[in-house]
């Protein structure tokens, strides 16, 4: 393969893979709010939200459903670096790889099954570095109106209005205009706030659990999507090709796969990231391992889950919609370029 073809294949991986990811995010952005506010409940106060159900019912009454989309800018910006960087890097870590120990299988040839799960690794440990800013800022936005009062600074604990404290299990029927109303930092004034008080290093406080969580949840997105799509060619006689059903639903499977495989590492971090909100003082300064140790001993096994299930559900749709497009823009773009 000559530089320049591969330049191409990069340049057009880039291109496909952050529209592809763009597109997730819009569908699977609301599902991701409720998910990040369940996993953000301090263990310092009684549960908020009953479920799921609750946390939209809750949601929707405090903000109105603009509200789930609150902070969306970044994360549609932050899902085309993420997709972008994941397809590249995945793609660059088969070329190595193939060049390093599997020369004598053809180029047009898929590598073993074990070897994509580990490229998929791979990818997921790249892309963490890019993401873990970009998660920050996004799980603030998503729950700042639940624990944000008027007047008070970004990434402040100034939990003074009792509407928003979080000190009532339920939580009081607020009107949606009235929250629309406080004055609560955007996406600049939050990261100028990290900054100032933290330094560059704290845009990628909780590191450990996005790296976790990308690594294994890669590996498992792109291995599983690898799997089944095989599966589909090799049922139908060994075609070279997927068709769209076929497409997405390996990556429907792929997107289950991501979140089932390393959930509790997304939980902790998300708790990690929102601790300086919602007043969890815990959560702000404290490791991995520490945030994990007491997440568990408050709520066992299902408090690592908590959100789980929402997650699941919008991650199959997200993930078909993601690899569909990406597979369909590189057959279209290659025959253009």
């Known amino acids: 393969m000559t530089s320049t073809s ?30 990040v506010r369940l996993q953000s409940q301090p263990d310092h106060l009684p549960a908020r939200f009953r479920g799921p159900l609750d946390c939209f019912q809750q949601s929707i009454r405090r903000d109105g459903f603009a509200g789930l989309y609150r902070g969306v800018g970044s994360p549609i910006v932050g899902a085309a670096a993420e997709n972008a960087s994941l397809f590249l890097s995945y793609e660059w870590a088969q070329k190595l790889l193939r060049h390093q120990f599997y020369r004598h299988i053809e180029e047009t040839e898929k590598l073993p099954s074990s070897t994509l ?7 997921g440990v790249v892309t963490s ?44 029927r607020v009107d949606a205009k009235k929250i629309h109303t406080l004055k609560m930092p955007g996406m600049f004034s939050l990261v100028s706030g990290i900054y100032q008080r933290e330094g560059i290093r704290g845009l990628w406080r909780g590191q450990t659990g996005t790296l976790l969580r990308e690594a294994g949840g890669s590996s498992a997105w792109f291995g599983c ?31 289950v796969a991501f979140n ?42 299902k408090a690592l889950y908590r959100g789980c299930g929402i997650t699941i559900a919008r991650a199959a749709p997200s993930s078909a919609i993601i690899f569909t497009t ?6 279209v773009t290659k025959d253009i370029f």
């Open 129 to 172: 570095f890019i993401l873990t800013p970009i998660e920050l800022i996004k799980c603030q936005m998503q729950v700042q109106s639940l624990y944000h009062s008027h007047g008070s600074s970004g990434g402040s604990n100034n939990n003074t209005n009792p509407g928003l404290s979080g000190n009532n299990v339920n939580g009081p």
């Open 117 to 123: 799960f580990v490229c998929g690794a791979i990818s």
């Open 6 to 35: 591969s330049f191409k294949d990069s340049v057009l991986d880039v291109l496909c893979g952050s529209i592809a990811g763009a597109s997730g995010k819009v569908i699977e952005y609301p599902f991701d709010t409720i998910k």
């Open 225 to 255: 999507y690898e799997y089944v799509s095989g599966w589909f060619r090799t049922r139908a006689g060994n075609r070279d090709y997927n068709t769209t059903g076929e497409s997405m639903i390996a990556g429907a499977v792929s997107g």
């Open 326 to 331: 990406y597979e369909k823009l590189k057959e």
């Open 260 to 301: 089932l495989s390393l959930f509790p590492a997304d939980t902790i971090k998300s708790r990690i990231q929102t601790g300086a909100l919602t007043g969890d003082k815990n959560k702000r300064s404290a490791g991995f391992y520490q945030v994990g140790k007491a997440i568990y001993r408050n709520g066992g096994i």
